[in-house]
């Protein structure tokens, strides 16, 4: 062992160290950017017009479209939720994705459901259409019911079959503020450049008194993890996502909630069934459509406003489920665009965005889990004043630090911020031993998940193990 | 509480038109109900039994124009004024099927919801 | 492991000619107070705002019962005396107040507060911070000058759409739409030939807020321009058109 790591020599130790000072430095530097912006929006007025944006004919229509499988327990919660936003004109597209419980049933009851004549556009292919529905009461829900295909399928069926000129894809258990639509339609609308997408932060639900399907008060779960959760959120939408989106280089919008142009999302041949970065992907083939076919100035956007809750998971089982699943998915999608890295047709995508996130998200893991794993030797060597190991300690858990901090104040600035003094304590707290205790894990299970890319692991989506989050807190 | 005072129930989810609207029935001799969506709108509607109903088109939960269908389908027949925005026609006129009696134009006018009491209530 | 420590340990490195960490561990413990900087400020920044916003909201208690008075149809003289600023600095709060009120008002409880903050001066006030350095000041100007519905600065808010930045100048637009004085009407028309395109149907839609004289605006800016307005956008604003014009009045 003692043989092995004189042999590396001081000459990798050193690398290591530049690696971490740079992925550090590169997210501060982007951080500085996002707080100009967080900071910015902080300032300008709480109306902003949104009300009179949401009334009028001449704001699009936008479809929602939910896809959803084995989700019984909130389905119903969840589409009444989404038929009662704060925006005019839009419809409700709910594709059930070949559920095997009474996910179906449910939204038949609850809706009053009666057989739809409309033909899809037959523009985007998917696992086959068992029916169509409408409800009599709310005219503007729609229900695809068809065969299981998996999620990127299931939003596939949803595009075929919405009928506006922007669709809203959104994950079934989200809690969407009301004022959603008009806040993610405002880039569309107000930029001077041509938006064909828009992504939000998603924050964490767990914790916060959810009532009627909204979130009333914001609030901090009592799980170590899921505070974790909240503090890499912070950081990694508002230092990381807002500062790509100001470069125009904005390579992922979650598909937990997200606006598209309809039409463009249809030429480049919906979402991609094979790949489980189905909603990175989607972004990714959008700026290659635009830059290849030289479609003119656009901009993908970002709005540090919180539109979606979300539920994290809270158990260390289900959150490794989900790593693995998006480090696999961020790695396919690299490869799928291995055409774009350092090619100066794709503007600051191809010659920073791109390599960005190939070295540094994508593959760079196993650099960082090296620089764990021998810092490790290190200690157990006995003694952490070797220079590496003092060096180690400031590049990574310092600089990491800081880009923690940097998230959380961020997310104090942004609206709905945790109330308490407390919380923002915690944070602060969570934010130092994140470096130490949280980003080794994930390091860890983003390391499996390049295990499972390389082995070549194929398919789906794992259960999340929805606790009702919508149902518990209503009744 | 004055028992002779007429009763009116106001579903809207804004706080400040809500309050508008507080100040402006008070001032007519009102008693004010309130609640922020219209899921309960036929239980509260049996439980207070007011003379008027005024409701906002849009709320979370369940909308104007559900709750007033609500109400019509379980034979309630208080006088309902639906608040609108002025951009949407398809919307009042939507209104006024489902069962609405009067609607009202946000920003709103004093003098025209005191017309339409007139035009809905007895004097009182 | 003090600061000191590190320091001597960097300078022992620096010794033993191994440039590159040295520099990277002092330049760390630069990182280490920018860290606990960034802590305080956050601490700050938290009680700053919590505080501003308590402070705030206590005074903005005081004044809200000017809007009861209003519609209450209570005298302008005790309108106004309700609204006349009792400290320094409350002139803020009581313009938020009344921008609160106003936006959801008309008829004469409108027209009695319009009045009184004529008379208190902060419709003045909002005029003079079209001219404020800090562009958010501008901004809450052209919003506040919007929600009183200000006709006597429709000029300067036309002359702001030519003059001022991207965010200037939608405000400019909001605010005049506010206002909604038909003579600002040829100002939006005018608008459509130096906006970029994809704004156009962001202007044509604060063009309908005017009623029917804004539709005829909002029809000439898509004459003009058709090509910025997508084919389902048009279809809708001609339905909507035609909607206003043939429905219930």
């Known amino acids: 062992m003692n043989a092995l790591l004189s042999a590396w020599g001081p000459a990798f130790e050193s690398f290591l160290i530049w690696y971490f000072l740079v992925l550090n430095g590169l997210y501060v530097l982007l951080s500085l950017l996002a707080h100009r912006e967080v900071y910015r929006h902080l300032l300008r007025s709480i109306y902003g017009g949104y009300e009179q944006l949401a009334r009028s004919p001449l704001t699009p229509a936008v479809s929602v479209i939910v896809p959803a499988h084995n989700e019984e327990v909130s389905i119903a919660l969840t589409v009444n939720n989404l038929l009662h936003l704060d925006y005019m004109r839009y419809e409700v597209v709910v594709v059930n994705d070949g559920s095997s419980d009474r996910t179906m049933a449910e939204l038949r009851e609850k809706f009053r459901l009666v057989p739809d004549e409309a033909k899809a556009e037959g523009r985007l292919k998917s696992r086959p259409v068992r029916g169509v529905y409408r409800s009599e009461r709310h005219h503007n829900l729609l229900v695809v019911d068809k065969e299981n295909g998996g999620k990127a399928d299931a939003l596939n069926a949803g595009l075929d079959h919405a009928k506006h000129p922007y669709f809203c894809s959104i994950d079934a258990d989200v809690i969407l503020e009301a004022d959603a639509l008009q806040r993610v339609i405002q880039p569309v609308m107000e930029s001077g450049r041509r938006v064909i997408a828009v992504g939000g932060i998603i924050r964490v639900a767990n914790g916060c008194r959810v009532e009627k399907g909204r979130v009333l008060e914001v609030g901090m779960s009592a799980s170590a993890l899921v505070i974790f959760q909240i503090v890499e959120y912070f950081r990694a939408f508002l230092c990381g996502r807002t500062a790509f989106s100001r470069l125009n280089s904005l390579l992922i919008i979650s598909g937990a909630f997200g606006l598209f142009e309809r039409e463009l999302a249809v030429a480049v041949g919906g979402y991609r069934v094979d790949t489980v970065g189905e909603d990175m992907d989607l972004v990714v083939r959008l700026h290659a459509h635009m830059r290849e076919k030289h479609l003119g100035d656009y901009a993908v956007s970002f709005v540090p406003d919180p539109m979606c809750w979300t539920e994290v998971p809270d158990s260390v089982r289900v959150l490794a489920r989900q790593r693995r699943r998006w480090q696999r998915g961020l790695l396919e999608v690299l490869s799928a665009h291995k055409r774009m890295l350092l090619n100066p047709l794709y503007g600051g995508i191809g010659l920073f965005a791109y390599p960005f996130f190939m070295i540094f998200e994508g593959w760079g893991v196993l650099l960082e889990a090296f620089g764990y794993a021998l810092f490790a030797a290190y200690w157990l060597r006995g003694g952490v004043e070797s220079d590496f190991a003092v060096a180690f300690l400031f590049a990574s858990f310092l600089c990491g630090t800081a880009l923690s901090l940097c998230g959380v104040l961020l997310g104090e600035m942004s609206p709905r911020s945790y109330p308490k003094a407390r919380h923002l304590a915690i944070m602060i707290l969570f934010a130092v031993a994140d470096n130490v205790l949280y980003r080794p894990l994930t390091t860890a299970l983003r390391l499996l998940g390049v295990w499972d890319y390389v082995k070549g692991t194929h398919g789906g989506w794992g259960r999340m193990e929805r606790h009702g989050l919508l149902r518990k807190t209503a009744e | 509480m004055d028992a002779a005072k007429r009763i009116v129930l106001i579903f809207e989810d804004n706080a400040s038109i809500r309050e508008l609207l507080t100040f402006f029935f008070q001032r007519r001799g009102f008693a004010v109900v309130f609640a922020e969506d219209g899921t309960d709108a036929v239980a509260l509607a049996r439980e207070r039994k007011p003379d008027l109903i005024v409701m906002d088109l849009i709320m979370p939960g369940k909308d104007g124009v559900e709750a007033v269908g609500d109400l019509r389908r379980e034979g309630d027949k208080t006088p309902v004024i639906m608040l609108t925005s002025k951009n949407y026609a398809a919307d009042r006129e939507r209104a006024l099927a489902t069962g609405a009696n009067a609607y009202l134009l946000k920003p709103f006018n004093p003098l025209e919801l005191d017309r339409t009491l007139a035009s809905l209530l007895p004097p009182g | ?249």
Do not use: C
């Open chain 3, 1 to 249: 492991m003090s600061s000191t420590g590190g320091l001597l340990h960097g300078l022992i490195i620096l010794l033993e000619a191994r440039p590159s960490l040295s520099v990277i561990v002092l330049a760390s413990l630069g990182l280490f107070w920018l860290v606990v900087a960034l802590s305080a400020y956050m601490l700050l920044f938290r009680f700053y705002h919590s505080t501003r916003a308590r402070y705030r909201a206590s005074r903005a208690l005081l004044y809200r019962p000017a809007v009861e008075l209003a519609l209450m149809e209570e005298s302008q003289e005790r309108i106004e005396s309700a609204l006349r600023p009792r400290r320094w600095g409350d002139a803020d709060v009581i313009q938020d107040v009344l921008s609160e009120a106003m936006r959801h008002l008309q008829g004469p409880p409108f027209d009695a507060l319009r009045t009184a903050a004529l008379r208190l001066g902060l419709v003045a006030r909002a005029q003079r911070a079209l001219q404020a350095r800090a562009l958010h000041q501008r901004e809450r100007a052209m919003e506040a000058l919007g929600f009183l519905r200000v006709a006597e600065a429709v000029p300067s808010l036309i002359r702001a759409l030519s003059e001022e930045r991207m965010e200037l100048k939608l405000g400019a637009l909001r605010a005049l739409a506010a206002i909604g004085d038909p003579a600002a009407l040829p100002a939006f028309v005018a608008a459509a030939e130096t906006l970029p395109p994809p704004l156009l149907p962001r202007l044509a839609s604060l063009a309908l807020e005017f009623g029917p004289p804004g539709r005829d605006a909002a029809r000439e800016i898509v004459n003009r321009h058709p090509r910025s307005f997508p084919p389902g956008v048009v279809a809708d604003l001609l339905q909507a058109l035609a909607q206003d014009d043939g429905g219930t009045a």
